[in-house]
């Protein structure tokens, strides 16, 4: 059972999109996947009711106040993807980062987007499975425009951190819409959301190897 933790303490960093496009793709792959949804808001729990007449549908866990989330998941979960609660810096996600084998950051492209980060990210750096790098942590730019000059000196600052920028993914309003439906970037297969799904291959490798 492979988990991947979203993470990250600034609200609307895309926490939700990553998380429920991550179980989608591992859905769609096969896989007997979970969404432990430990965000008080259940925006990842309403997306898999959504989702639940779907072959590829994915089982919706609540974790919100519950320490004991793992006893809910089924004996034959083969993918586990949590999504995080807003705001929650290291100290409050003790149990999943201490079952996860990957911890995936969303980090919007502005400085005062990455300097709210930053608090985050130290609390990380103290967690003894990250300090010793038994437990891989990596960024993801989301909503990134790469054409614009923000864009690109938000990437240039973040990879002068210690954590590796794995992926951008390009702002497009087709995250919100296919939220709404249930659906993910991988539902579809037209050239335009192709295009889209190859800016999440490097972030699919990685989570691969972790």
Same mark, same amino acid.
Do not use: C
């Given at each position: 059972?492979?988990?991947?933790l979203v993470a990250s303490s600034k609200g609307g960093?895309?926490?939700?999109?990553?998380?429920?496009?991550?179980?989608?793709?591992?859905?769609?792959?096969?896989?007997?996947?979970?969404?432990?949804?430990?965000? $008080?808001?259940?925006? !990842?729990? /309403?997306? %898999?009711? =959504?989702?639940?007449?779907? #072959?590829? &549908?994915?089982? $919706?866990?609540?974790? !919100?106040? /519950?320490? %004991?989330? =793992?006893?809910?998941?089924? #004996?034959? &979960?083969?993918?586990?993807?949590?999504?995080?609660?807003?705001? %929650?810096?290291?100290?409050?996600?003790?149990?999943?980062?201490?079952?996860?084998?990957?911890?995936?950051?969303?980090?919007?492209?502005?400085?005062?987007?990455?300097?709210?980060?930053?608090?985050?990210?130290?609390?990380?750096?103290?967690?003894?499975?990250?300090?010793?790098?038994?437990?891989?942590?990596?960024?993801?730019?989301?909503?990134?425009?790469?054409?614009?000059?923000?864009?690109?000196?938000?990437?240039?600052?973040?990879?002068?951190?210690?954590?590796?920028?794995?992926?951008?993914?390009?702002?497009?309003?087709?995250?919100?819409?296919?939220a709404g439906l249930g659906r993910s970037l991988f539902?579809?297969?037209?050239?335009?959301?192709?295009?889209?799904?190859?800016?999440?291959?490097?972030?699919?490798?990685?989570?691969?190897?972790?």
């Open positions: 059972m492979k988990t991947i960093a895309g926490k939700t999109t990553l998380a429920t496009n991550l179980a989608a793709y591992f859905a769609l792959d096969g896989k007997r996947t979970v969404l432990v949804d430990a965000d $008080p808001q259940h925006s !990842s729990t /309403r997306w %898999a009711e =959504r989702r639940a007449e779907l #072959e590829s &549908a994915v089982l $919706p866990i609540d974790a !919100s106040g /519950r320490r %004991a989330w =793992r006893a809910w998941l089924p #004996e034959d &979960a083969e993918r586990v993807v949590v999504d995080a609660p807003a705001g %929650a810096m290291a100290d409050d996600l003790g149990s999943f980062l201490e079952h996860a084998d990957a911890v995936v950051v969303p980090v919007l492209p502005s400085a005062l987007d990455i300097e709210a980060t930053v608090g985050f990210l130290n609390t990380l750096a103290k967690v003894p499975r990250v300090h010793k790098r038994k437990l891989p942590v990596g960024l993801v730019v989301n909503r990134s425009k790469p054409w614009t000059n923000a864009s690109q000196q938000a990437v240039e600052m973040l990879k002068t951190w210690p954590y590796p920028v794995i992926t951008q993914l390009r702002d497009t309003q087709a995250y919100v819409v296919m539902d579809y297969r037209s050239a335009q959301v192709r295009e889209h799904q190859a800016d999440w291959e490097p972030l699919l490798k990685w989570i691969k190897k972790a």
